[in-house]
């Protein structure tokens, strides 16, 4: 390591990418961190270069690696929620959705299965969560504001 490699460590590290979720805005505080959970819980599966390296304490002990970028928070109405969803499907982004309809179900093939007796423009969204270059997503999320 040379000095100008210890001078980028110390440099807080802008993302090209952002991870995000929107959620809308008259969910349940529990819905929405379920929710939230749900969404990204996918995101690194199909983008494997978001999770970094596990983590390890003094003690040794292992933990499981986590996203190595912020996840930022968004809400918004159910129109928002229409919209974005339109245009992160119309950019081609990675993607993850959660409908009202999740809230019945208890496994993941009921969920599936949910999602899929509905037609996309149909879809009873509460969450979105997108990954992508950090104006594209910007774009998708446009109208949807800061969770508080």
């Known amino acids: 390591m040379n000095a100008n490699d210890e001078a980028n460590d110390e440099q807080p590290l802008r993302f090209d990418t952002k991870i995000a979720v929107l959620l809308r805005e008259d969910l349940e505080t529990w819905q929405r961190l379920n929710v939230t959970a749900f969404l990204v819980s996918g995101l690194g599966t199909v983008v494997p270069e978001v999770?970094?390296?596990?983590?390890?304490?003094?003690?040794?002990?292992?933990?499981?690696?986590?996203?190595?970028?912020p996840v930022l928070v968004?809400?918004?109405?159910?129109?928002?929620?229409?919209?974005?969803?339109a245009r992160v499907l119309s950019r081609g982004l990675p993607r993850a959705v959660f409908t009202g309809d999740l809230f019945a179900t208890g496994n993941d093939r009921d969920n599936r299965?949910?999602?899929?007796?509905?037609?996309?423009?149909?879809?009873?969204?509460v969450g979105l969560a997108v990954h992508g270059p950090r104006n594209a997503v910007d774009k998708v999320l446009k109208g949807a504001r800061m969770h508080p």
């Open 74 to 85: 968004f809400e918004g109405t159910k129109e928002t929620l229409i919209a974005a969803h």
């Open 113 to 125: 299965a949910a999602v899929r007796a509905v037609p996309t423009a149909e879809l009873d969204l």
């Open 51 to 69: 999770v970094g390296e596990p983590y390890e304490d003094a003690d040794g002990v292992p933990y499981l690696p986590m996203f190595r970028q």
